[in-house]
Nanobody, 116 residues
Framework: QVQLVESGGGLVQPGGSLRLSCAASGFTFSTFAMSWYRQAPGKERELVASITNTGGSTNYEDSVKGRFTISRDNAKNTVYLQMNSLKPEDTALYRC?????????WGQGTQVTVSS
């Protein structure tokens, strides 16, 4: 069955870094666009970053541009989110998403907390 399993979240001080990973299985990973979303308590879910199936194109939400980098390794069926210069407002549950046409899959998420 389809699985997206996120890891790498945790508690980090402002200015710190984390690298999130999302391991995929159960579908042809290399054909799907992948994205990272986040949702903070009391806020709507927002798209953080996305990457095309080949990795040739990426997009970022304005507040993370220059700080976050999305990448993928199709040989390992894994998508990553490198997060640098973290701020308290980056605190949220981060979930990965796989999308191709009508197929849309979600992971359970990994919590990121930025606090001193």
């Amino acid at each position: 069955q389809v699985q997206l399993v996120e890891s790498g979240g945790g508690l980090v001080q402002p200015g710190g870094s984390l690298r999130l990973s999302c391991a995929a299985s159960g579908f042809t990973f290399s054909t799907f666009a992948m994205s990272w979303y986040r949702q903070a308590p009391g806020k709507e879910r927002e798209l953080v970053a996305s990457i095309t199936n080949t990795g040739g194109s990426t997009n970022y939400e304005d507040s993370v541009k220059g700080r976050f980098t999305i990448s993928r390794d199709n040989a390992k069926n894994t998508v990553y989110l490198q997060m640098n210069s973290l701020k308290p407002e980056d605190t949220a549950l981060y979930r990965c998403n796989a999308n191709l046409w009508k197929f849309n899959y979600w992971g359970q998420g990994t919590q990121v907390t930025v606090s001193s």
